[in-house]
């Protein structure tokens, strides 16, 4: 029989649930390996200093969880957790099969071992803690207090941006969020600007609702402060939506300086400004926008690309005026964000989770654009070199949709300007490539060559020339 004796400090809760908490972590963690036989309920409630029948309980509750069971007769055994039940096969992503799967590399989709782990051990702590009932019910439609401040916390942790708990709204995933921004300040029919390059769900969006999108030019430091005057001063705009770190497609991270020029030509104008900064926790030195105009600048970020997409919880971060607005548009388009997503997002938070995440995150960010720098040429590659995906700008004489379709013969999916142009306007030769979206180094390693290959195929590109 081992001598355990559970370390209780700092945990909250019922002292049953603490002692049945401890002796999980323990197991975790290897102090209390898997056959040993734990103290009598009489032994350990008098290292304690607790009652006999609070160690039953714990003890109890323990058992309910598949950690330990006991004999008659014989004791008390760790049994370590219940395994988990067989998953169903998944039909998306795909995993790859074998070396000659293809390598998709549009969407840009972190996959986190960490957030793996830590999930199955979040979602086992709240359904022992005895919230999980309160968390699957209807919640407030902004989230619940709790999870706000989380997320606030969170926000100025690693996005500089520091707000209370009360301009911070939570919504299913960024494109709600800016599903959700656009409905507070536009109606259909209305001009919203945004990037003559930008993110394909902002447009899926505007045609949807009935906005009408025009873009403005970009260049290497993102949007051009006179385009976006001149835009303003024909058009009208309601609102301008623009990615200033890490801009999506091209990978850009716009100056400090000219995010002062937009915010000034955006108050001359009344523009309002909304702000996607779900790249932002990846350069630590890059200042939102909504830190210089908090009051006419609407705040767009989320899990997705930190943390985990799968968990949808995004953040809209509203000037006073306009948080009634978006909490009546939250209720409009989902009613209210799920509260388990929340939960287990806010746990991550307040343990210290979501931050390693975000460390490992950033390492193997930069990891990748090294590796992608190391195979691809110097000269075609663009972008800021910590981003989770490239502007690759082919060279003369390919054309994007027949490096595309090569690419795709050498078995290498990524996406052509053209998917990211607003309107008619005319797409530079040149695709969006993710590095985060394989599954492991090996796999884009082995994507990213066989796009350098295609680029050093001349013939290729000269097929559709008559």
Sequence with gaps: MTNWTPNLEGRPGPLYRVIAD????????????VGVRLPTHRDLAFRLGVTVGTVTRAYTEAEKRGLIGGE??????????????????????????DGNASVNMTTVHPEHALAIQALGQTLTAIAASGAAAALIGYGPHAGLPEHRAAAAAWLERQHRVKAGTDAVLLTTGAQNALAVALAAVARPGDVILAERLTNIGTKALAATQGYHLEGVAIDEHGLVPDAFDSACRRLGPKAVYLVPTLQNPTAVVMPQARRREIVEIARRYNVMLIEDDVFGFIVPDAQP????????????????KSLAAGLRLGFVVAPPELRSRVETA?????????????????????????????????EEDLARQRLARSILPVETVYGH???????????????REDFIA?????????????????????????????????????????????????????????????
Excluded: K, N
């Design 385 to 399: 070199p910590a981003a989770q995906h490239l502007w690759l700008v082919l060279p003369e004489p390919w054309r």
């Design 22 to 33: 401890a002796l999980a972590d323990d197991i975790a963690d290897g102090v209390l390996p």
């Design 330 to 362: 939250i209720r409009a388009l989902q009613y209210s964000t799920p509260a388990l997503s929340a939960e287990v997002v806010s746990r991550w938070i307040q343990d210290g989770t979501a931050d390693r995440i975000v460390a490992s995150q950033r």
């Design 289 to 304: 926008i909504q830190t210089i105009a908090p009051d006419i600048t609407l705040y767009l970020s989320s899990v997705s």
């Design 406 to 466: 090569e690419a795709q013969r050498r078995g290498v999916i990524v996406t052509g300007a053209d998917a990211f142009a607003v309107g008619r306007a005319s797409a530079p030769h040149a695709v969006r490539v993710s590095l985060c979206r394989s599954h492991s180094r090996d796999i884009a390693a082995r994507g990213l060559r066989a796009l350098a290959d295609a680029l050093e195929a001349p013939a290729a590109a000269m097929l559709s020339i008559v």
């Design 72 to 97: 008659v007769g014989r004791g008390t055994f760790v049994q370590g957790a219940r395994p988990a039940p067989a998953a169903l096969p998944l039909s998306w992503p795909p995993p790859p099969s």
